[in-house]
């Protein structure tokens, strides 16, 4: 091999490794947030903030939603990687009719779902809710949409079962 041949593949080799090292670029992964500012969801939005995640060469692009029902339908869509904040009984509601999703970690223990009132509401316990009251859940087939269900069968209740999104829009004091 010529001096000039030698010098040209030399440089071409050179200039491949230089190319493919700096040309890694951070893994990519897509969450879908069920109800973002959540406690379920707060750690995807810190870690983001503090750079936890870049430090470790992943960007993290998040999606957020109304809540268990939405999530699971962008997962089952193959639009994020993982959701995060489903509800275990939505979740396990959704396995059951067999929705393509598998439970890969849990984020919480127990049932981290809480109905209010107003301060002065005559409402002092979820069985006073009647007819003419409203109980909210976030979406269609999410883990407070089920409780919602169970309250109205197991308790009799007569009100009404509204699907509100997220807390922002159920809490209009």
């Known amino acids: 091999m010529t001096r000039v041949r030698w010098t040209i593949v030399t440089f071409a080799v050179l200039s491949a490794g230089v190319v493919a090292g700096g040309a890694f670029a951070a893994d990519k992964m897509k969450l879908a947030?069920?109800?973002?500012?959540?406690?379920?969801?707060?750690?995807?939005?810190?870690?983001?903030?503090?750079?936890a995640y870049a430090k470790y060469g992943i960007e993290v692009e998040a999606l957020c939603t109304q809540g268990t029902?939405?999530?699971?339908?962008?997962?089952?869509?193959?639009?994020?990687?993982?959701?995060?904040?489903?509800?275990?009984?939505?979740?396990?509601?959704?396995?059951?009719?067999?929705?393509?999703?598998?439970?890969?970690?849990?984020?919480?223990?127990?049932?981290?779902?809480?109905?209010?009132?107003?301060a002065d509401s005559p409402l002092k316990s979820i069985k006073d809710a009647t007819g003419a009251n409203t109980i909210a859940y976030s979406s269609n087939g999410s883990s407070t949409h089920s409780v919602v269900?169970?309250?109205?069968?197991?308790?009799?209740?007569?009100?009404?079962?509204?699907?509100?999104?997220?807390p922002a829009a159920a809490i209009t004091l």
């Open 69 to 118: 029902g939405e999530t699971q339908q962008a997962v089952i869509a193959g639009s994020p990687d993982i959701g995060i904040g489903v509800g275990t009984l939505g979740a396990l509601g959704a396995f059951a009719k067999g929705a393509p999703i598998r439970i890969v970690s849990g984020s919480a223990t127990g049932n981290a779902d809480f109905w209010i009132v107003k």
């Open 33 to 51: 947030l069920g109800q973002c500012g959540n406690w379920d969801s707060s750690p995807v939005e810190l870690g983001v903030r503090i750079g």
């Open 149 to 166: 269900l169970g309250f109205i069968r197991e308790l009799g209740l007569q009100a009404t079962p509204i699907a509100t999104g997220g």
